[in-house]
């Protein structure tokens, strides 16, 4: 029986690819988003810093989030919270 290169399974709610040795890791968009969404919600308390933001929303590196945030609104969590009133 021929295997394939690329097995997929399901590990703790987040996509695993993994071809050999090399793990791709795909996080579950919802969850993301809700991330995003609460950490909206933290940046209106202009004392929090940035990366503590990050840390309460579970990313552990402040620039990965950033680059997240980035993606899912279109400016940096900096900028958000500059708009905000």
Known sequence: MA?????SRRL???AVLYEGRDYL???PPY???IR???SKEFLAD???MI???SEMVGYENPRYFSRLFKEALGCSPQEYRNQLP
């Open 46 to 48: 202009p004392s929090l």
């Open 12 to 14: 703790g709610g987040a």
């Open 51 to 53: 990366y503590t933001v």
């Open 36 to 38: 995003i969404e609460k």
């Open 25 to 27: 890791w795909q996080r």
């Open 31 to 33: 969850l993301t988003t």
């Open 3 to 7: 295997r394939s290169n690329t097995d």
